[in-house]
Every structure is written in C-alpha cells, then in structure tokens.
C-alpha cells in the first residue's frame, strides 16, 4: 500500500509548513514567532486560514492512518507483545524529546542570549525543570490509544477477525451524522478544554475528531473501506470542504473578530459554536480527497518515496529544532514574512529529512524509528 506511505510523507512535510507558517505570522502556539501578531495583516490573515485548515484535518488523518495499521499489528503479535511494541517505538521518543529535544528547542527559542547550552542543559534539562512533549504529544496520543484498543478486545472478548459482520463504507447521511456529532462533541468538550488547554499537553478540544478517525481506521483495515471509498462521494465531500473554507473567516468578521471579539477557542461563544461544527466538514472532505486521490494517483513505489516513508517519524519527532534553527538564521534578514516564510518552509523540509537520514543510520536507532 504504498499510498499510505506516500501520504505519510506528505502530512509529516505538511506539519514542518504548518509550523513554520505559525512562526510568520499563522494562528497557533509554537516555540519562536518572527512577527508581532498584536497588528492584523494581509499576511497573517491567509497564514491563519492555512493553519486552521490543516489543524482541522492532518492530525486526525495522522490518526486515522495509525488506527488503520493497529489491528494487523495487534493480530499478529498479541495484546502483550502489541503494548510493549507500542511502548518502545512511542514512548522511547516521547521520553526523549520530552526531556532532552523539547527543552533544547525552548532553549534556542527562549534562553540562547542568557546562558550557554552547556549551563542550561546542567540547570534546567539535567534537573528536569523544563519538560516539553511538543509534538510527540501525538505519540503520547497513540499509546493511550493503544491501551484502549487493547482493553476493550480483552473485556468484550472480539476477536475482529474476517468472519464478523461486514459494515459498509459510511453511506453520505451517515457521514453528515458523524461530522455534526463530532462537531457538537468538541463544543461541549471545550467548555472544559478550551483550545491550547489540556493534562500532559493533549489538546482534548480537537480529541473528538481524533477519536473517531482512529476508530474509523481500525474499521477501514477490518472491512476493507478503502478499496471501498466511492469516487463520488469523496468528490462530493471534497468540494464541500473546499466551499466552506473561506467560510468560517468570513463568519469571523461578521462576529467582530476584526474589533479583537476572538471567542472560538471554546465556551458558550457563537464563534465557538461555529468552529467546532466547521471542522469536521473540512476534516472528512478533504481527508476522503486525500485518500482517494492517493489510492489512485499514488500508489507508486519509487526508491526515494521509500526512503522518505522510513524517515517520516523520525523528521516528525526532529523537526521542530530544524524549524526552530532556520528561523533563527533569517530572523534578522530584513524581507517580509511572507517571503521568510517562502524560504524557511522548504529548507526545513530538506535539511529534517537529511537530518533524520544521519539519525536513522545511529545503531539500533532503526528498530525504534
């Protein structure tokens, strides 16, 4: 299946762009921002509407992707093995970008010009004063997931196997049913959880999204959903999505946000309401878009692509210093952030991915990336 290779690849180099773009001016948290967002520009206002399409769709794909590939794994080797498994090739990156990379990259970004790295790493990494699971949240993530997954097979004893029922692909109404549902699910769920808020990092506001891809993965290995997606319906889906993008900004103005009335993050806000239920549509559209068009046009293998594909997780889990570090260097360079952005996005793709090569080439590194 080597679309989902490919597709691997493109979200990982879609992550390193979308993080560089919250760096020139996108809405999001990150390590370094090149820009003063106190004043609203052209700029961060097309940035803003990248970002918010891909937070909408590319994690949740990223789930649905790894909840695809978790039923074969936990067949083949067992609920004990399948846990360790996830435990080494999850949490050894989780524990090590938790206390060594994340605070190296809050040290570049916050406390270059206090100390040396040689007195940070004494003072704050070796005394753990400064733990960052960054995007390895993601990692932390799926290892609940997996606990999950592995629970619920042992108490209601299913085996899962070929001889169930087979569900079909969701019909279009199903599909509307579970984007309202979800979209009404985050809502609610940010009443507790604003967005930017939640325990060890997890941003559980976008978690109902999260959920229902995994479990929509595990679904699409066990009955066969993607040799399955219909071509219309994913048209359908995609042209929606691409519809309503522009959408939501617009009903952003209408609600004062260009008076600084900024209400989406969560509670009992109309912008908050509105966000939540956009979401979902643009997550199943342009996720169905992806998938189809990836199946189709895709599903080649090519030595580099390989290559590529064995060095995703690791450019994922290193990416941000990359980032980071090419900011730096620009920071100073006087062009609009625009054009920063034009330059730093592509080479931090580049030198991430050359990077992860050196770092797969480590012994043993490869068992675990």
Same mark, same amino acid.
């Given at each position: 299946?080597? &679309?989902?290779?490919?597709?691997?690849?493109?979200?990982?180099?879609?992550?390193?762009?979308?993080?560089?773009?919250?760096?020139? %001016?996108?809405?999001?948290?990150?390590?370094?921002?090149?820009?003063?967002?106190?004043?609203?520009?052209?700029?961060?206002?097309?940035?803003?509407?990248?970002?918010?399409?891909?937070?909408?769709?590319?994690?949740?794909?990223?789930?649905?992707?790894?909840?695809?590939?978790?039923?074969?794994? &936990?067949?083949?080797?067992?609920?004990?093995?399948?846990?360790?498994?996830?435990?080494?090739?999850?949490?050894?990156?989780?524990?090590?970008?938790?206390? *060594?990379?994340?605070?190296?990259?809050?040290?570049?970004?916050?406390?270059?010009?206090?100390?040396?790295?040689?007195? @940070?790493? =004494?003072?704050?990494?070796?005394?753990?004063?400064?733990?960052?699971?960054?995007?390895?949240?993601?990692?932390?993530? !799926? #290892?609940?997931?997996?606990?999950?997954?592995?629970?619920?097979?042992? #108490?209601?004893?299913?085996?899962?196997?070929?001889?169930?029922?087979?569900?079909?692909?969701?019909? %279009?109404?199903?599909?509307?049913? @579970?984007?309202?549902?979800?979209? !009404?699910?985050? @809502?609610?769920?940010? /009443?507790?959880?604003?967005?930017? +808020? %939640?325990?060890?990092?997890?941003?559980?506001?976008? @978690?109902?999204?999260?959920? !229902?891809?995994?479990?929509?993965?595990?679904?699409?290995?066990?009955?066969?959903?993607?040799?399955?997606?219909?071509?219309?319906?994913?048209?359908? *889906?995609?042209? +929606?999505?691409?519809?309503?993008?522009?959408?939501?900004?617009?009903?952003?103005?209408? +609600?004062?946000?260009?008076?600084?009335?900024?209400?989406?993050?969560?509670?009992?806000?109309?912008?908050?309401?509105?966000?939540?239920? *956009?979401?979902?549509?643009?997550? /199943?559209?342009?996720?169905? %878009?992806?998938?189809?068009?990836?199946?189709? =046009?895709?599903?080649?293998?090519?030595? #580099?692509?390989?290559?590529?594909?064995?060095?995703?997780?690791?450019?994922?889990?290193?990416?941000?210093?990359?980032?980071?570090?090419?900011?730096?260097?620009?920071?100073?360079?006087?062009?609009?952030?625009?054009?920063?952005?034009?330059?730093?996005?592509?080479?931090?793709?580049?030198?991430?991915?050359?990077?992860?090569?050196?770092?797969?080439?480590?012994?043993?590194?490869? =068992?675990?990336?």
């Amino acid at each position: 299946m080597y &679309y989902l290779d490919n597709l691997r690849v493109f979200l990982t180099m879609l992550v390193i762009v979308f993080h560089t773009s919250i760096a020139y %001016g996108g809405s999001g948290s990150w390590y370094f921002e090149d820009v003063d967002k106190s004043q609203l520009n052209a700029t961060m206002v097309i940035l803003t509407i990248f970002t918010a399409v891909c937070q909408a769709f590319f994690m949740a794909l990223f789930f649905f992707i790894s909840g695809y590939f978790t039923p074969k794994s &936990y067949d083949r080797k067992g609920p004990f093995r399948f846990l360790s498994d996830r435990l080494l090739r999850l949490g050894i990156p989780m524990v090590l970008y938790m206390l *060594w990379i994340g605070p190296s990259t809050i040290y570049l970004a916050e406390y270059r010009h206090e100390q040396t790295y040689t007195e @940070f790493f =004494r003072e704050s990494i070796l005394h753990f004063k400064i733990i960052n699971f960054g995007p390895l949240w993601f990692a932390e993530a !799926l #290892i609940y997931f997996a606990f999950f997954y592995v629970l619920y097979l042992m #108490i209601f004893k299913k085996s899962e196997d070929a001889s169930a029922r087979s569900i079909a692909f969701p019909t %279009g109404a199903r599909l509307l049913g @579970f984007a309202l549902g979800s979209g !009404l699910a985050a @809502f609610l769920t940010r /009443f507790i959880f604003p967005l930017g +808020t %939640g325990p060890m990092e997890l941003q559980l506001g976008y @978690f109902p999204l999260y959920i !229902l891809l995994f479990i929509a993965g595990i679904l699409a290995y066990r009955h066969n959903w993607l040799e399955q997606i219909p071509s219309l319906l994913s048209k359908i *889906w995609l042209r +929606t999505a691409l519809i309503l993008i522009p959408v939501f900004p617009l009903l952003l103005i209408l +609600t004062g946000a260009l008076n600084g009335n900024l209400t989406y993050s969560g509670g009992f806000h109309l912008q908050a309401f509105l966000y939540a239920m *956009w979401e979902p549509f643009i997550c /199943f559209g342009i996720c169905l %878009g992806l998938l189809f068009l990836f199946r189709r =046009r895709m599903n080649k293998a090519s030595r #580099i692509m390989e290559r590529l594909a064995k060095l995703a997780f690791t450019a994922y889990i290193i990416h941000p210093v990359v980032v980071v570090s090419c900011t730096l260097v620009m920071h100073h360079v006087d062009l609009a952030p625009l054009l920063k952005l034009i330059i730093v996005a592509p080479v931090s793709v580049v030198l991430t991915f050359a990077a992860s090569q050196v770092i797969y080439k480590i012994p043993y590194a490869s =068992r675990i990336l």
